[in-house]
């Protein structure tokens, strides 16, 4: 695991933005995994300012989301599409038909899901997966006590998930209970993999994640088998880390 620090959550973008631009420079036809909620949203903002710049173009890029909630229609302005479309996609000039979000409304769950895997690999996999990180540890939105060999699967969101994406929705009543996610094997098949994290209230799980011992209780911990991961975390999601 390779552990940067940086001042704040500005570096962290800029630097996570970096790497998402010379992966996408080396390989005009790379195919990214994405994230959403909080944590990426200034990288998605430093990479459409590259963009507008000229740096770099997204026409060949191919896009696979980690997650959806799973019910919740495309056009639902909480959406994992709808935030896509508007912090990222809308500003960019990726071809819509190489987007892909899991289907939180498909009628059969499981082809949803196989599909998906199987467009992951037959697209020779993803070459560089961005991940937040979840308080209890979760990536996408694999919940403690996951299973690591899963692929993409219908999950039940932990009650910390729930309450923690409460501040996106009305009450906490809306904020679905399950999500399409991406498994743990198919996060771990991807060539790179780049977490980011800021602010205090990551600090534990990012001590969890890089110190403690491998295990589902802490779903990021497996990250320490995969051969190249970059953290990139701001100083207070370090913080635990120095001793
Ligand atoms: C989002 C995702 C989640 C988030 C995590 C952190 O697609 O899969 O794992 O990355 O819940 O969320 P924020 O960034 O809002 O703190």
Redesign the pocket.
């Given at each position: 695991m390779r552990i940067i620090v940086v001042d704040n959550y500005k570096e962290m973008s800029k630097k996570a933005a970096a790497m998402i631009a010379s992966q996408i420079i080396l390989k005009p036809n790379s195919v990214l995994g994405?994230?959403?909620?909080?944590?990426?949203?200034g990288m998605y903002k430093e990479l459409i300012e590259m963009y507008d710049m000229k740096q770099i173009d997204f026409r060949e890029v191919k896009s696979f989301?980690?997650?959806e909630y799973y019910g919740l229609e495309k056009e639902n302005s909480q959406s994992?599409h709808h935030y896509m479309i508007k912090n990222f996609f809308s500003n960019i000039n990726i071809d819509k038909e190489k987007i892909n979000i899991p289907n939180g409304k498909a009628k059969n769950i499981k082809k949803e899901c196989e599909n998906y895997d199987k467009k992951i690999s037959d697209s020779g996999n993803i070459d560089i997966q961005v991940?937040?990180?979840?308080?209890n540890g979760?990536?996408?939105?694999?919940e403690p006590s996951v299973d690591f060999k899963a692929g993409t699967h219908l999950v039940e969101l932990d009650e910390k998930?729930i309450k923690?994406?409460s501040?996106?929705f009305n009450s906490i009543e809306d904020v679905p209970t399950k999500a399409i996610?991406?498994g743990i094997k198919t996060i771990m098949n991807s060539k790179k993999i780049v977490l980011?994290?800021?602010?205090k209230?990551?600090a534990d799980a990012i001590f969890k994640t890089v110190k403690g011992k491998i295990c589902p209780e802490v779903p990021a911990s497996v990250l320490q088998f995969h051969n190249d991961v970059t953290i990139i975390l701001d100083k207070e999601a370090a913080g635990k880390l120095e001793s």
């Open positions: 994405l994230a959403t909620g909080d944590t990426p949203l989301n980690l997650d994992y991940l937040g990180i979840g308080v979760h990536i996408g939105f694999n998930t923690s994406n501040r996106f996610s991406m980011l994290a800021n602010g209230g990551k």
